[in-house]
């Protein structure tokens, strides 16, 4: 795997530590400011820096918050993504596994270019007879590698830009390390430590590691990571809910940074793409491979916990409500709301009529939304579609 620094924000472009922590102090010190931000900026740089030692002693980190670190990651882990783009202080553009080939070893590229024409195929009779201006070649290509992607280990390189602030940028540090020391692990979490020591190890190679900053005094957890933590399932103003859902829906969902989300992997059961599901022997065969492989593939399904506002929820129905969204994701966000809104009928809720106008179908049937590219593909939009 491999760090590089492209763009930060402060002072100027690319600044370095020591520029960081200079403006930060600056920026302690309007609480108590007596005149304008210019007397700060032209104050003795000997105050400046005692601010700065006071502020990472006493903890108000707060500050280290205002200068931002852009990095282009390449061959990390999907999981080490995941993790990093399950806390909620970052910006991320990653290489999609929907709609380009990844990197992978010789076992998963045989596997994974078979299956890739098995869904090409299975595309191609079940729909394109019927919608040929939609289901192009280019689309049924990168739907069968939406598809194929599931046979891939969540440990696939992958790239990323990836931006933080100064201070999440070390807070991770301490993050990651605390699960590293972890004691007990099991087979999936000593991989995914194993990546993250390298990880941690290249983020401390950086101009911007800074070990009074990367400390864990609350001992935080990394977030993805649900532990022996158990919810009760609520729906109201605020919800909470546990679904079952595989490596790579998770992996969209968790976008959605205004709702929180944690996961734990489920033994020996996947998912089996809705295109091939009705097939008895497709899908064994589709599981067969899968467990040939034994490289944590992203069908792995997860119990996953999902928990946000109402608010929030109905943002992602805008999102996640869309031919052009993964089926997975579609799928689960569906069975979502017809438990939100079947709970708050049942409690009287004064919302609950304003759920049901989302059931319908795809966001283009939500009252007031114009689709700004229609499909015209009707088992999109009446959300009876297997791709």
């Given amino acids: ?10 002072v100027g472009y690319k600044a ?58 390449s061959d990390i882990p999907k999981i080490v993504a995941m993790i990093i783009n399950n806390e909620h202080q970052y910006t991320t553009s990653e290489k999609s596994a929907r709609y380009t080939k990844m990197a992978m070893s010789s ?23 019927d919608y040929p ?36 940028f070390n807070y991770l540090i301490a993050f990651m390390q605390n699960f590293v020391d972890k004691k007990n692990k099991s087979e999936f979490e000593a991989k995914v430590a194993e990546c993250l020591t390298e990880f941690i190890g290249k983020l401390k190679e950086t101009k911007y590691y800074d070990p009074e900053l990367a ?28 679904y079952k859902a595989s490596f790579a829906e998770l992996a969209q969902a968790q976008r959605h940074r205004t709702i929180n989300y944690q996961m734990r992997p489920i033994a020996n059961e996947y998912y089996i793409p809705p295109i091939i599901a009705d097939n008895e022997d497709l899908s064994r065969l589709w599981i067969d491979d899968i467990k040939s492989l034994n490289n944590f593939p992203q069908a792995t399904l997860l119990e996953v916990i999902e928990m946000g506002t109402l608010d929030n929820f109905v943002l992602k129905l805008y999102e996640r409500k869309c031919t052009f969204a993964q089926l997975e994701v579609n799928q689960v966000t569906n069975a979502t709301l017809k438990k939100y809104e079947n709970a708050l009928r049942v409690k009287v809720h004064p919302r609950a009529e ?16 114009k689709c700004p590219s229609p499909c015209m593909f009707a088992p999109g939009v009446n959300e009876t579609r297997v791709i």
């Fill in 16 to 73: 370095d530590k020591n520029e960081f922590d200079m403006f930060s102090g600056n920026n302690a010190g309007v609480c108590y400011m007596p005149s304008t931000y210019d007397d700060l900026i032209n104050e003795d740089k000997s105050k400046t820096l005692k601010r700065v030692k006071m502020t990472k002693s006493n903890g108000h980190h707060s500050v280290y918050d205002h200068e931002t670190i852009s990095m282009y990651l």
């Fill in 1 to 10: 795997m491999d760090i590089r620094i492209i763009a930060t924000t402060c």
């Fill in 215 to 242: 400390i864990n005094d609350k001992n935080r957890h990394l977030s993805l990571f649900a532990g022996d933590t158990q919810c009760e399932e609520y729906f109201g103003d605020v919800y909470c809910t546990t």
């Fill in 107 to 129: 076992g998963e590229q045989a596997i994974y270019n078979k299956w890739l024409e098995i869904f090409k195929t299975r595309i191609n009779k079940k729909y394109n007879s």
């Fill in 354 to 369: 304003q759920l049901r106008n989302y059931i319908k179908g795809s966001r283009c049937t939500f009252p007031g939304y």
């Fill in 133 to 168: 201006q939609f289901l192009t070649p280019s689309r049924i290509e990168k739907l069968a590698q939406e598809n194929a992607r599931y046979v891939l280990s969540v440990f696939t390189p992958t790239s990323l830009v990836y931006t933080t602030t100064y201070r999440q």
